[in-house]
Nanobody, 124 residues
Framework: VQLQAFGGGLVQAGGFLRLSCAVSGRTSSIYHMAWFRQTPGKEREFVSAISGSSRRTDAADSEKGRFTISRDNARNTMSLQMSSLNAEDTAVYHC??????????????????WGQGTQVTVSS
């Protein structure tokens, strides 16, 4: 399974950006998907997750109401619509995927596959 995130870029504070993640390979083996982000010197942190059926989603408290996660299983893609961006959102955003589990994971250890990431920079 390979994941590739794209859509990052430079945006002004208060603006919006849409990230996408393309999944290829043995896509039938994955179920939950998520976005994490990382800044230099810090741990990779959870942003948002979505279950295989899209019935369940979760997001970090700081992202609730600003970020919307979605997926299109027919096209093997996942997206993150981000709005009201601020400087604290500046990071490399990684998409991740996991095998089926009953719970929707919010930690790095719960995900089996990772994309290389896409840089998001918010200017204030």
């Amino acid at each position: 399974v390979q994941l590739q995130a794209f859509g990052g870029g430079l945006v002004q504070a208060g603006g919006f950006l849409r990230l996408s993640c393309a999944v290829s390979g043995r896509t039938s083996s994955i179920y939950h998907m998520a976005w994490f982000r990382q800044t230099p010197g810090k741990e990779r942190e959870f942003v948002s997750a979505i279950s295989g059926s899209s019935r369940r989603t979760d997001a970090a408290d700081s992202e609730k109401g600003r970020f919307t996660i979605s997926r299109d299983n027919a096209r093997n893609t996942m997206s993150l619509q981000m709005s009201s961006l601020n400087a604290e959102d500046t990071a490399v955003y990684h998409c991740a995927a996991s095998y089926f589990t009953k719970s929707l994971g919010t930690t790095r250890q719960e995900y089996n596959y990772w994309g290389q990431g896409t840089q998001v920079t918010v200017s204030s």
